[in-house]
């Protein structure tokens, strides 16, 4: 999606006329909704200096341009792009990343990370020429497009209020490799950037290349449990974007200062669905290893590691991946810093008790701050699915308190599930009434589908599993009766007046997620969170519901079999609102969790009419 595009010529005219603010916020306002001041001010003092540097016949004036372009499954936009032929007739764009800064400075022990004044206060963020680098390596990444045809992109910072000689930071030699791969042009460059356009923008196309990129199908996505032997390979497999990278320099820098030092450390990493926790989790793992330090990956939830083994099974590493991935119940007898690193992920699983009878140890999070120098924590806690999930940050804080450590916190905000879209995610929070957010409305670029027969819904997800990445999952509202006899014939999942029949994931495999003819079985919330697909088909159960003008959840509608709520009969009985408001929680974070697991659509069933009705009615735009 682009919010404005235009000519270069057409462009050039819109700030001749000073129409071009106006266009790019009405279109801007369109598709996320109202816009800052502040943005409105950077996009017409920094469209005014793109003005000067096109305001030249030596560039094509039937050139493409477009602001604001959208990355395919990303939530990033590109701020500046222009499009044409370059001198070998082949298809190419520069992509032109815009700062207003007047100053930076270095960070010297983090990798492409530079301190500059954001909104009244000093942040670290990327460098712009790691960014406009990033942002060009996941254009390749996610279109096919540019994967399929030879297409140029050439990415650039244009920073036009600084002045590189009174503030020379921003060109330091550490940052060589991302400024040599994209060039920064600053205060007084206007003839170097005409001259770095023109060479690759020789002759115009209309911006026929913007909107083929735009509008191009979207690429295989990319997995990590895909692509886990090669990360650990140490080959550079996801390109991390802003916060993405800034949260993993800081962890890498924490982890340098724990090696030498004796203070424990405790990062909190919050980010929901999508921004990328697993991703950066393995490269942490990864790039710790290679330096040297004693670093392991944990979670609870037992599906995303035996995945891992499974992709990992033949392979030859320096450590075991039975090592480097350890259950969050591993812990329990290790000693005082046992370890440098312990990462963990998905830690709004994590529990207190250990062991299959929840009869060990005190307290994992307690036990893992306890055995490592630094431990990282990335927590939604709008995925806690279980009466035993105790991770959350005030619980990490308090832990972390008893043992002296020092606490950093991060946020994560950039979305790569969903097809990227913040819309789609804040929608979903409102109509399952987790979250109040500013967006109510059905508008975002995801494919979110709601079906009247479960029957469509599987036959469409089939349809889709062509790359065996579409599952069809649901609320856990029907009793695994099948367990142990592993017969994908004999069903648990019944809706008779659809004759809708389908057995849960087979016991006989720890690896549902990925095994061929999983496509004939449904998974549920404990065998695919952590865990990613193309397209999810979804069965919401009886335990969500609407009745009389309101969404409720009834925890008498989950299955026996279903440890989710365990122990809520006896709260209950001792704490009643304390019980209901728990399984209230847990219901409506079960199926936020189930409907973030599709990279590029989610297809839903409600066995609730009045739900189906509700949701399809929040769908009217």
């Known amino acids: 999606m682009i919010v404005y595009e235009e000519t270069v010529a057409g462009f050039v005219q819109d700030v001749l006329h000073d129409t071009i603010t106006d266009k790019v916020y009405d279109k801007y306002k369109e598709h996320f909704g109202r816009s800052s001041e502040g943005q409105i001010r950077s996009w017409h003092n920094s469209l005014e ?51 207003q800064w007047d100053d930076c400075k270095k960070v010297e022990d983090k990798d492409g990370v530079v301190i500059t004044r954001i909104n009244g206060a000093e942040r670290e963020v990327t460098h712009p020429s790691y960014q406009a680098y990033s942002y060009k390596e996941s254009l390749v990444n996610f279109s096919e497009p540019v994967q399929r045809d030879p297409i140029e992109l050439h990415p650039c910072a244009y920073l036009h209020n600084y002045q590189v000689k009174k503030h020379p930071d921003v060109m330091d030699n550490q940052y060589k490799y991302y400024i040599d791969r994209a060039p920064v042009f600053a205060s007084g460059d206007v003839e170097k950037l005409r001259a770095f356009i023109r060479k690759y923008v020789c002759r115009g196309d209309k911006g026929n290349l913007l909107y083929e990129i735009s509008n191009g199908k979207v690429r295989p996505s990319k997995m990590l449990q895909d692509t886990l032997v090669s990360m650990l390979n140490g080959n550079e497999e996801f390109i991390m974007i802003d916060d993405q990278k800034i949260v993993y320099e800081e962890a890498l820098s924490l982890a340098s ?275 990613e697909f193309d397209y999810v088909g979804v069965i919401i159960g009886d335990d969500l519901r609407y009745e009389n003008g309101h969404l409720i959840t009834d925890a008498s509608q989950r299955a026996r079999t279903d440890k989710s709520l365990k122990g809520l009969g006896k709260m209950s009985k001792e704490n009643p609102e304390k019980a209901v408001r728990i399984a209230d929680e847990i219901i409506r974070n079960t199926y936020r969790t189930l409907m973030t697991r599709g990279m590029k659509g989610c297809y839903i069933y409600c066995t609730n009419k009045e739900l189906s009705d509700y949701i399809k009615d929040t769908m009217k735009v």
């Open 257 to 531: 200062e724990v090696k030498t030092g004796s203070e424990k450390k405790v990062m909190i990493v919050k980010g929901g669905p999508g921004t990328g926790k697993t991703v950066i989790s393995i490269n942490l793992l990864v790039e710790l290893t290679k330096r040297g330090i004693l670093a392991q990956y944990t979670t609870k939830n037992s599906a995303p590691r035996e995945v891992y083994f499974e992709k990992l099974k033949g392979e030859k590493h320096e450590m075991s991946p039975k090592l480097l991935f350890k259950s969050s119940g591993s812990y329990v007898d290790s000693e005082y810093n046992e370890l440098g690193v312990i990462i963990a992920d998905e830690a709004h699983r994590l529990n207190a008790k250990s062991g299959m009878f929840h009869n060990k140890g005190e307290n994992q999070i307690k036990e893992i701050i306890h055995a490592a120098k630094l431990s990282v924590f990335f927590i939604d806690e709008s995925q806690r699915v279980t009466t035993s999930d105790i991770g959350s940050d005030n619980e990490i804080r308090k832990y972390a308190d008893e043992q002296n450590a020092e606490i950093i916190e991060m946020k994560l905000e950039s979305q790569f599930r969903c097809n990227g879209s913040d819309g789609y995610l804040a929608w979903l929070d409102h109509i399952l009434g987790i979250h109040d957010t500013a967006n109510t409305e059905f508008d975002f670029d995801y494919d979110f589908q709601i079906f009247d027969d479960p029957n469509e819904l599987r036959k469409t997800i089939i349809s889709k599993n062509a790359n065996n990445k579409a599952r069809m999952i649901a609320g856990y509202c029907w009793n695994w009766v099948t367990k142990g006899k592993n017969n994908p014939n004999l069903y648990d999942i019944n809706i008779d007046r659809y004759n809708f029949h389908m057995s849960w994931n087979l016991s006989n495999t720890k690896t549902w997620s990925i095994d061929e003819g999983s496509i004939d079985q449904c998974g549920c919330i404990h065998t695919c969170q952590g865990l």
């Open 49 to 99: 200096y793109m003005f000067k540097v096109l305001m030249t016949p030596s560039i094509p004036g039937e050139a493409g341009v477009a602001i604001e372009f959208n990355i395919p499954m990303t939530a990033k936009r590109i701020d500046f792009m222009i499009s044409g032929f370059d001198e070998k007739n082949i298809k190419s764009a520069v992509i032109v990343e815009l700062k």
